[in-house]
């Protein structure tokens, strides 16, 4: 099964970068009071999805040198922009990492399926279901912050 | 003749459950003023907290002199509290009532007349339009002005201009109520009734120190736990305040948990309904949606984990839900000690589902109250001045926005609805950065009343931002604006208001106001002339001038929606007060409470949310809610707890909460100006538990030190009822003091204010500011010279547990009130839809106006 554990360390890997990205908006964003509370519970959210994934990584290996899908691999949020057109902007990219997040994800259990491994399934499920709440929330503060952000910010 | 500032809830009428709460006549004249020399008496209702009691107010030579209250009134039969009695009045005579327009010049604000300052208005507010357009306009509001201002304003603000960034001081006080509504039961609306207190069996308080925000409601309960078949209470508050002490007399529970674990607590509650089986499993079943996640959600909360994440006995939990569990009726009450602590909405959720789960609402003695803090909050929410759409209607729902465009005669595209609508802390943030270039403050303080007060100064009183600020005297926040418009208060103007159970009176002129001052509407209905905004057809857009038309506009407004006033007009409102909304062709007498037939407005294309994430605030979509297909079911909806944003640390190992004395209302803008309640606290306070006053030398009346990463407080210490490991500091002190004459001229005023403490973080999904759960230091300062300021009478009574400090730190009995009289009618009268009397007595009821 060489391409479900290269999908595995995908997840592992996506998670992590969401979780420092997550982190690094927080920080980034401090003086907006929500970006910075949310994007650091994010975080933790996305290190117990990797956590949740851990024993199952024992049982099946982890494959990160295999060619294609790397070029999947999404690069994480080194330094957040200022202002909030950079919000904006930064909000954006953690919602195209999420949704590598999830579309992991949901590979991730499609093969669960397949294998009848339940274990896993439940793992997919709950971690998708968790970035699904992280997209819902991003897509929900970019809509607050647009007009805003591209009309009247100086 | 009662002293109301000793006997804070006067001479108890206590009867048996089931039967009608007898009225009593509470008065209060000026010194020197006869009942025979009132000249006349105007009928209105209180505006000093959320309870709204009816009241008419004595007039004499021009003047108001007192009050009294309504025996026939719905809410109080007669009662008024103490800062209903003292408080009304007093500050309409004041030396330093705003009675000219007010304009910056060369950094001084200096007198002017009313066309150079909406002139100076007019001409920022166009030069804004013209270079940002209307995101660069912010209208920051209140909980205080009535139904026909904030209906004007919302008209003038979403249509006129095209805002989304309106909201009010009750994004302070009371928008975890409406959010907690909208997530269960699909929309804004009180379940419950007072009336469900002369039925009920168990009271659950949560976070809610009725006892000094609502006294007569408190005087409501008084008169049913000291009479026959009394109800059970069960208080949560980290403070022994009277409700705990009432519930320790009852045989209730006492909850006390640590700051910022209320949701902890609640699904703990939850659990033990799961597990004991007192669920309506059917009633669930058919009336409700997401028992089973729930059910998931609160599996891990044993009494013991409760205890160990709470520090509260594992048994009083199990006590507690017993009661909630066990009895027929509940009445739940919920306020700031939920709706400003973490978690908020998640945690007043918890209650509506404890309901849900038993099946406990829409009859009389099971029914809920989310309360207010403010007495015209409810209308703010109704009318739209808070950034909701007016009627209760979506912002999501294209046809909900095109019904308003539609009433209003204009493009649907005018209307901002593209977004949720802006919160407050979001309003301060856009003027912090300058891209809102205008913010319009009327009838509040947020100098005083929001977090993080240094940073909330440094945006009033920057350049980036041009501040507009509508009041009746010159504010701690009047002083930091660049054109201050003098109003006329309450007794001065007539509209309406609505109460927290959404009942809705009139209150009708008294008086004139002093010198230039005009009434809100007066001065919204200035600027809008002045913008000269217009519909689709080329007609003012505003098109009433009197409060009366903006009533009827508004009554049209409501027609098909839960807040439903077309039933309502201003003759209606006269005479037998008070009449709570629904008030349609269908209720024409209106509604005691909701959901009786449980069914909830949750239908999709009715609904005023679609709902949200209670742990993030993320929105649920239309599809995803008609996938769910509520259809008239209320949802059952939990969050898992996190711990509070600000944990104590080493440098900061207290709990830092804020709260309210019963003697003051708000920033004391009017109880300050009444001598009574001022002395009766006349100066700010913290209250620490005596083993956090000994561990660090402190003794009754020192000066201490307060700090937390924000800011500090140097104020005297009262060694207190509060739990161990919490500080409790109330809100209310600005630096503005009153004269000598009425208690004032503390040197500490500028090193008071409760708020420079607290945080700049809200609630997820109602997105009210925490006030709650903030980290901070106490250190003595030096001695002082005798008891701290608080009162004794309430929560910030002294530590009886203790023995007494030295005689000259003693704390003297909070008393001195002027002398007020309370009658009983010979008969009582008939409260129309009140369960207690049947409505056969409706057609021979003797009781009218002036009978007693």
Known sequence: MPHLTTYIGLADHSEKTLADSFRAAAEGHAHVADVFHIC???????????????????????????????????????????????????????????????????????????????????????????????????????????PQALIVAP | MTDRIADIYGLRTPHAKGTVWPARVDQYLDPGTEERDVESWVQSACLLCSNGCGMDIAVKDGRMVGVRGRATDVVNHGRLGPKGLYGSTRWASAGDRLTRPLVREGGRLVETDWDTAMGRIVEKSRALLDEKGPLSHGFYTSGQLFLEEYYTLAVIGKAGLGTPH?????????????????????????????????????????????????????????????????????????????VALEAERTGGVHLAPRVGTNLALMNGLTRELFEHGWVDDDWVAARTLGVDELRSTVEEWTPEKVADVCGVDADDVRRAARIFGESEGVLSTVLQGFYQSHQATAASVAVHNLHLLRGMIGRPGAGILQMNGQPTAQNNRECGADGDLPGFRNWDNPTHVQ?????????????????????????????????????????????????????????????????????????????????VLPAAGWGEKTGCFTNVNRTVHLSEKAVEPPGEARSDLDIFLMYADAMGFTNSSGQPLIGWRTPEEAFDAWAAVTAGRPVDYTGLSYDKLRGLSGIPWPVNEEHPDGTDRLYADAV????????????????????????????????????????????????????????????????????????????????????????????????RGIEEGDWVRVASPRGAIEVRARVGNVMAGAVFAPFHYGHWEPGAD???????????LANELTMTVWDPVSKQPTFKTAACQVTRLRAGDGPSPAPTTTASAPDTDRPPPAPQRRPRATQGGKPTTSTQPPATPYYLLDPSQPPERASTSSFAEGDR
């Open chain 2, 600 to 695: 909830f407005p949750t239908d999709t294309d009715y609904c005023e949310t679609y709902g949200h994430d209670l742990a993030t605030g993320g929105t649920v979509t239309e599809t995803e809610h008609r996938a769910m297909n509520p259809a008239g079911r209320a949802f059952l909806k939990g969050a898992a707890y996190t711990p509070a944003h600000e944990e104590p640390s080493e440098n900061f190992p207290l709990l830092y909460t804020t709260g309210r004395t019963v003697y003051h209302f708000h920033t004391r803008t009017k109880t300050g100006r009444s001598g009574d309640l001022n002395r009766a606290a006349p100066d700010a306070w913290v209250e620490l538990s005596a083993a956090d006053a000994a561990a």
């Open chain 2, 742 to 752: 009425l208690g004032g001229g503390h040197d500490d005023a500028n090193r008071r």
């Open chain 2, 166 to 242: 309106m909201d009010g001081n009750t994004r302070l006080c009371t928008a975890t109520s409406a959010a907690a509504f909208k997530e269960s039961f699909g929309a804004d609306g009180q379940p419950g009734s007072y009336t469900d207190i002369e039925h009920c069996d168990a009271i659950f308080l949560y976070g809610h120190n009725m006892p000094e925000t609502q006294t007569v409601l408190w005087m409501r309960i008084l008169d049913r736990t000291r009479g026959d078949d009394p109800p059970r209470i069960v208080c949560v508050d980290p403070r022994r305040t009277l």
């Open chain 1, 40 to 146: 650091q519970m994010f975080a933790e959210w996305s290190e117990d999805n990797r956590e949740a994934l851990a024993p199952i990584i024992q049982r099946y290996g982890e494959a990160d040198d295999v060619d294609e899908p790397e070029r999947l691999h999404a690069a994480g949020l080194a330094e957040t922009r200022k202002g909030e057109v950079g919000l904006l902007r930064d909000l954006q990219d953690l919602h195209v990492l999420a949704t590598l997040v999830q579309t992991t994800w949901t590979v991730i259990a499609q093969g669960a399926q397949g294998l009848r491994d339940r274990d896993l399934l439940e793992v997919a499920q709950h971690a998708g279901d968790q970035t699904s709440r992280q997209l819902t929330w991003l897509n929900t503060r970019m809509k607050q912050a647009a």
């Open chain 2, 403 to 483: 019904q308003l465009a539609d009433a209003w005669d204009v493009d649907v595209m005018t209307i901002p609805h593209w977004a949720p609508p802006t919160h407050a802390m979001q309003i301060f943030s856009y003027a912090e950065a300058g891209s809102i270039g205008l913010l319009w403050i009327s009838a509040t303080n947020p100098a005083v009343s929001m977090p993080e007060s240094a940073r909330i100064r440094r945006i009033l009183d920057g350049d980036q931002c041009f501040v507009i600020v509508q009041d009746l005297f010159l504010t701690e926040t009047a002083e930091l604006a660049d054109v």
